[in-house]
């Protein structure tokens, strides 16, 4: 599984941007999206925001909260909105913040018999796209399918949909909440400012190997 993960403001303005792969069953943590893929990752995760606002306004729950939250936990919980979008194989889950800022998540499953392409194929049916792999051969595809079988269809890495997977979400839209409150107390930096500490970007690193 690749993951690209974007904060965005208020004014629908990126604020912070990282992109990393899996870290469960062997996984060495690198993104392994195709070069066409990292271009339109932006465009997807910024298409989402219409769901997030429609979301956020027809519920009276996500509406902006004062400042003291009497049950934060409570109130974190009612915040993740899990999956809002997707886009051919890609899935997008979203965490909403009590300032409005969103946090985004895009998810794209590699399946263990399947390899990310950047190139199509000539005459290639149905057309390729980023978000599209070519097969293997139909012996390796079928003996590797056997193989995964009974692990597919609840394992982080290659389910984006199962509850397995809403949960690490979950637990890394929160560990990742909790380290931005920290960025955006600090009275020399403003809410709708671009992070650019690297320590922020390490713990989100770290959030990501410890839950995705």
Known sequence: MSYYFCIVGT??????EHEFGTS????????RFSQEARHMNPFIVHASLDF???MQYTNNQMCPSPRFLPNPQSDKNKRYLKRIDHFAS????????????RFLLLHLPHPPNTLPQ???HPNAYPPFTPYTSQPASTST???LSRSSSSTSST?????PTSPQTEEAIRGFFGEVFEVWLKAVMSPFKGVEERITSPVFRQR?????????
């Open 155 to 159: 394992s982080i890495p290659n389910n």
């Open 24 to 31: 469960k069953q062997g996984g060495d943590g690198v993104a």
């Open 90 to 101: 890609s899935h997008i889950s979203c965490f909403l913040t009590p300032t409005s800022t």
């Open 141 to 143: 595809s079928t003996s």
């Open 11 to 16: 004014h629908d303005q990126p604020l912070f």
């Open 52 to 54: 997030v606002d429609e």
């Open 118 to 120: 950047s190139t199509p």
């Open 204 to 212: 989100v690193v770290n959030a990501g190997r410890k839950f995705l």
